[in-house]
């Protein structure tokens, strides 16, 4: 699939926050989660990715089926500014 630079730059941020599941990606973008790995292996840093990768491993928050039904929303509340 081919995406414009910010709708890429939309999956890397997604993949980045702890909150939103793999699950939410692949709803919005049709991307499961070995396509959003290979596309932050292209388009990310060597180092920046094996930081994301180390991060988001073994994750309960990245995966719907594993997350605590008390995480009801893909972000924090106070993650967003009001303007």
């Known amino acids: ?11 890397i941020e997604m993949a ?3 909150r939103t599941p793999f ?3 692949e709803d919005q ?4 989660e070995q396509a959003v790995i290979t596309l932050m292996r292209h388009k ?3 180092s920046s990715f094996k930081l994301w990768r180390s ?11 594993l997350r605590s039904p ?3 929303r893909a972000y ?8």
């Open 29 to 32: 973008f049709g991307l499961n």
């Open 76 to 83: 924090c509340p106070t993650q967003y500014k009001n303007r």
């Open 55 to 65: 991060r988001v491993s073994g994750r309960k928050t990245k995966h719907t089926k």
């Open 1 to 11: 699939m081919l995406f414009s630079e910010s709708e890429e730059s939309r999956v």
């Open 16 to 18: 980045w926050e702890d």
């Open 70 to 72: 008390e995480v009801g």
């Open 23 to 25: 699950e939410a990606i």
């Open 44 to 46: 990310m840093k060597s």
